[in-house]
Structure formats: C-alpha cells, structure tokens
C-alpha cells in the first residue's frame, strides 16, 4: 500500500478538496486528461444513481441478543506505606561540627599563650612557683615589656622594662594597702622613690648613683 501523501499548509484547508487542487501542482498532473474540470459533476449512471427495487427478505427468528459483558476486575493494588528515612548520623564534638558562638563556662590551666599572626608569644598569663599570678606582655624578640603580677598574699605590682630587660619603672602596693612609685636608670637601680607608708605618712626619696644612698629625702 502507497503511503498517503499529505497535501496543504493551513489545517483548515483539508477541509475544501478544491483548495488542495489548486495548491498542490503535484496533484494536478497526476489526475487523468478526461477527468472532469474543477468544481464540475460527472454523468453518474442510472444504475448507480437509482438502485433497483430488491424484495423483503422473509421474516425470521429475531436474534438472541448478545450476553452482557462482565466488568473487568481491577488489579488490586498494593498500598506501599512510606519508605524508610535513612539514619542520620551523630554528629562528634570536633571543631567542624561546634557552632561558632559555642562559649565555655571555664576553662582551667596553669598557662596561657597568645600568639601573634606569625606564631610569635606576645601574651603569656600564668602562675608562678611563689604562688604570684602574672600576666606578661612580650615584643617580637620575646623580650617581657609590661608585666602585672599579683602575689599570693594580695601584694600587687606593675613593672615596665627596657630593651635589656631591666625594670625601669614599678608602682606597687602592698600587702598592707601601701602603695609605692619607683624609677631608676639602667641596671634597675632605683633613683626616685615616692609612697605612702600604711600609717598615711607620704614621702619623697631621691637616691644615689648606687641606688640606696639618699641625696634629697621628705621628710
């Protein structure tokens, strides 16, 4: 059987033959020479046109009508219930899996260290063997350039030290509430003393080049 060839554009035309006549050349040369012109009717013989009287076929036993038809059973089907969540892993306490704004109550040691952005010590809080609890601030050569300690009796103090590692300056007080200003030159020796003694008595001491000789003194 020859595939029929599909023949116009516009869907809507396929409706008016006459429309694919005029479209498709195609067709046009196909059809045969004494084929009828367009939109003309061909002779139609009498035959064809008024069929011939046929008689009543005689009357017969009427037909059994045909059995209903069953309803096919629907294919049961089996209610699946949900599938099952895979288990969740428990998270470890590691440091990828604490939140950020984790903070703890306390934290206990004997020593603590502050690094710089290039691992230098710059801070060091600790205890020392005395019992005194100090807290040092060192530069990029390790070298202690403030330090605040305070003893265990309840003494305290505050030192400041120079490149050599001296302690060029010292406010204290202490244990009986006193408090005392020292400043001295080189090799920590001391050249001007101020404080207050615990009975309230103020004075000034201006020392030596040795350190211990006073050379101006009130009172």
Same mark, same amino acid.
Not at 115 to 133: K, L, M, Q
Not at 138 to 155: F, H, L, M, Q, S
Not at 172 to 183: C, H, Q, R, W
């Given at each position: 059987?020859?595939?029929?060839?599909?023949?116009?554009?516009?869907?809507?035309?396929?409706?008016? @033959?006459?429309?694919?006549?005029?479209?498709?050349?195609? %067709?046009?040369?196909?059809?045969?020479?004494?084929?009828?012109?367009?939109?003309?009717?061909?002779?139609?013989?009498?035959?064809?046109?008024?069929?011939?009287?046929?008689?009543?076929?005689?009357?017969?036993?009427?037909?059994?009508?045909?059995?209903?038809?069953?309803?096919?059973?629907?294919?049961? +089907?089996?209610? +699946?219930?949900?599938?099952?969540?895979?288990?969740?892993?428990? @998270?470890?306490?590691?440091?990828?899996?604490?939140?950020?704004?984790?903070?703890?109550?306390?934290?206990?040691?004997?020593?603590?260290?502050?690094? #710089?952005?290039?691992?230098?010590?710059? %801070?060091?809080?600790?205890?020392? #063997?005395?019992?005194?609890?100090?807290?040092?601030?060192? #530069?990029?050569?390790?070298? @202690?350039?403030?330090?605040?300690?305070?003893?265990?009796?309840?003494?305290?103090?505050?030192?400041?030290?120079?490149?050599?590692?001296?302690? +060029?300056?010292?406010?204290?007080?202490?244990?009986?509430?006193?408090?005392?200003? %020292?400043?001295?030159?080189?090799?920590?020796?001391?050249?001007?003393? %101020?404080?207050?003694?615990?009975?309230?008595?103020?004075?000034?001491?201006?020392?030596?080049?040795?350190?211990?000789?006073?050379?101006?003194?009130?009172?």
């Amino acid at each position: 059987m020859s595939k029929r060839k599909t023949i116009g554009h516009n869907p809507l035309e396929r409706l008016n @033959p006459g429309a694919f006549m005029r479209r498709d050349p195609e %067709v046009q040369s196909n059809a045969p020479e004494n084929a009828p012109a367009e939109g003309a009717m061909s002779e139609v013989p009498k035959e064809i046109a008024t069929p011939a009287a046929q008689p009543d076929p005689a009357p017969g036993p009427a037909p059994k009508p045909a059995p209903p038809k069953e309803p096919k059973a629907k294919a049961s +089907r089996k209610k +699946r219930g949900p599938e099952p969540e895979p288990p969740t892993p428990t @998270p470890t306490a590691t440091s990828s899996t604490r939140p950020a704004d984790e903070v703890h109550e306390e934290l206990r040691a004997r020593r603590f260290v502050l690094v #710089d952005e290039d691992n230098f010590p710059r %801070v060091e809080i600790s205890t020392r #063997d005395s019992g005194a609890a100090a807290l040092t601030f060192v #530069d990029r050569n390790a070298r @202690p350039r403030i330090e605040i300690e305070v003893g265990a009796g309840g003494w305290s103090r505050l030192a400041l030290f120079d490149e050599g590692q001296q302690i +060029r300056a010292l406010l204290g007080l202490g244990e009986d509430g006193s408090p005392t200003l %020292v400043m001295g030159e080189a090799g920590q020796k001391a050249r001007i003393v %101020v404080g207050v003694l615990a009975d309230g008595q103020a004075y000034v001491r201006v020392l030596d080049e040795d350190g211990e000789t006073p050379r101006f003194g009130y009172p």
